[in-house]
């Protein structure tokens, strides 16, 4: 067993209870990660797609920066609304929902990362990327698809912003006003 | 509405000897099985890099080992690594190599090989068990390694004197 990924969704209404929770496999890394990977290890500047379509050289030293504030939808966990199956050359979400509390707008929190979750007895490992999104819009908003972009880092080469990860949710999620959608990615590894 | 279907990555391991002359005398590929805690601790240093600090990855390092003991997810290395060298159970460690990744759009997969060349001139055999790996990460003037993968081979492999042990691990998303 290799690097698997899970997503969790949980809606929370506007009183704290729990109203929706589902746990899903993921399924989808895309190129992005590789190709950093790749020039991180070898050295070698390859070519990567931000999340504009820009192509840019893959600096080096370039990070994989997720752990983005709140207010803020330039990278880490996004959500969207597109329907589109995810590709492997998938540069961004079919359709992001923006950061604010207008019509369709969902607001950001900040992305917590924690760090590795141990169990010997069972010899798997994982990691968990988790951000908040509340629903101030002022009537409800259907979310139907997740990703997770990085963040090159801003001191070193390119500063860009780049998917990672993209997760088409097999139902889309209803998100009330005054509710908030919360998305972690479990990044899971076994011996 | 599209299932999600298995992910991810997912990591294959081939091993190689050729003779003096170049030869093929022993392949086998597996579905590598271990990724260690490593791997997490070293992609979660990166998830959580501070924009001015430039906390990348660097200095992978394929590593082989004549242990037997089944890997733990806790491994922080190999359980006997065989020495770099020419003496009695040693091997000479070639450079680490990459391959620019390959994107295929009909299967919706990416993949890079990532090998290493082991030669034997210890004058007698040795028997490799157990392959694994290192990547490190930068971090202002530091670097901290990670042993990130930790393979038991089915079965062993004896090197003759002479001969050239490859090992080749394939890095493989799938969407």
């Known amino acids: ?191 | 509405m599209e299932r999600m279907r298995k992910p991810n990555i997912d990591v294959y391991l081939t091993v190689m000897v050729k003779d003096k002359n170049g030869k093929v005398v022993y392949r086998r590929r597996y579905k590598s099985r271990s990724f260690v805690v490593g791997f997490l601790n070293a992609l979660y240093t990166n998830f959580t890099s501070p924009p001015t600090a430039g906390q990348y990855f660097l200095d992978p390092n394929i590593v082989v080992g004549s242990g037997t003991t089944k890997p733990s997810i806790s491994d922080g290395g190999l359980t006997s690594q065989i020495g770099n060298g020419t003496g009695a159970g040693q091997l000479q460690y070639g450079t680490d190599s990459l391959t620019t990744p390959i994107t295929n759009l009909n299967n919706n997969s990416a993949s890079f090989t990532w090998s290493k060349s082991f030669t034997n001139g210890s004058g007698g055999n040795v028997t490799v068990a157990e392959v694994g790996a290192y990547i490190s990460t930068y971090n202002q003037g530091n670097i901290l390694a990670f042993f990130i993968l930790h393979d038991l081979l089915p079965s062993q492999i004896t090197i003759a004197n002479t001969q050239v042990l490859t090992v080749v691990y394939t890095i493989t998303i799938t969407t």
Request: some cysteine; hydrophobic content about 30%; overall charge positive.
């Open chain 1, 1 to 191: 067993m290799n690097v698997k990924a899970y997503l969790k969704v949980k809606v929370i209404d506007k009183n704290g209870k729990c109203i929706y929770y589902r746990r899903y496999r993921s399924r989808s890394f895309v190129a992005n990660f590789l190709r950093q990977l790749f020039t991180n290890l070898s050295g070698q500047s390859i070519n990567n797609v931000n999340t504009s379509g820009g192509s840019y050289s893959i600096g080096t030293t370039d990070n994989i920066i997720v752990n983005d504030g709140s207010n803020d939808d330039s990278y880490g966990i996004l959500i969207g609304t597109g329907t589109s199956a995810p590709s492997i050359i998938n540069n961004n979400l079919s359709q992001v929902i923006s950061n604010g509390a207008s019509v369709g707008q969902m607001q950001y929190g900040a992305v917590s990362v924690t760090g590795a979750v141990t169990n010997t007895s069972t010899n798997t490992g994982y990691i968990t990327v988790t951000r908040t999104f509340t629903n101030n819009s002022g009537s409800s908003i259907t979310v139907s698809e997740v990703g997770l972009v990085a963040w090159s880092g801003n001191n070193l080469q390119t500063n860009q912003y780049y998917l990672i990860i993209h997760d088409l949710l097999p139902s889309p999620i209803t998100v009330p006003n005054g509710s908030s959608l919360s998305i972690s990615y479990e990044i899971q590894v076994a011996t």
